[in-house]
């Protein structure tokens, strides 16, 4: 009876180590975002005359066939006003590289808030991923 009592202590011991391994694993998985996309951010300014200005970059794991924004939405409190897509929009993607970082400005209207949603997109040999993001929202000036 003791053998078998010392038995499952060695089982159950190997299997939490086992589930502690995992867990310690996962995180660095997870943070990685996706398979062509290593990490992406988006801000929004304010500049003069009303005009507001959606930042946007992005990295990927490695050099891309395609990497950048497919389409950049403007939302004027809280609705959609514009939507800037890479097909119409010089800039918003980048080719054969690893790392593209750009901007779209609108004309708003002074005193009115505005946000926008960046759609990114990153690729390698007909192989793609997608991800979004919400900016900050900020007030347009004179």
Not at 17 to 44: D, E, K, Q, W
Not at 45 to 70: E, P
Not at 133 to 141: D, G, I, L, P, Q
Request: hydrophobic share 35%.
């Amino acid at each position: 009876m003791a053998k078998t009592k010392k038995k499952l202590v060695r089982l159950l011991t190997g299997a939490l180590c086992t589930l502690l391994l995992l867990s310690l694993l996962a995180p660095v998985a997870f943070a990685r975002g996706s398979f062509y996309i290593g990490s992406y951010s988006v801000s929004m300014s304010a500049g003069s005359n009303g005009s507001v200005t959606a930042w946007f970059q992005i990295t990927g794991t490695g050099s891309m066939d395609q990497i950048g924004a497919t389409s950049v939405t403007i939302y004027e409190n809280g609705s959609q006003v514009k939507t800037f897509s890479s097909t119409t929009t010089s800039g918003m993607m980048a080719y054969n590289t690893g790392f593209h970082g750009s901007s779209v400005t609108y004309a708003g209207t002074v005193g009115k808030t505005y946000s926008a949603y960046v759609s990114f997109q990153a690729g390698k040999n007909g192989d793609w991923d997608n991800r979004g993001m919400e900016t900050n929202t900020v007030t347009a000036k004179n």
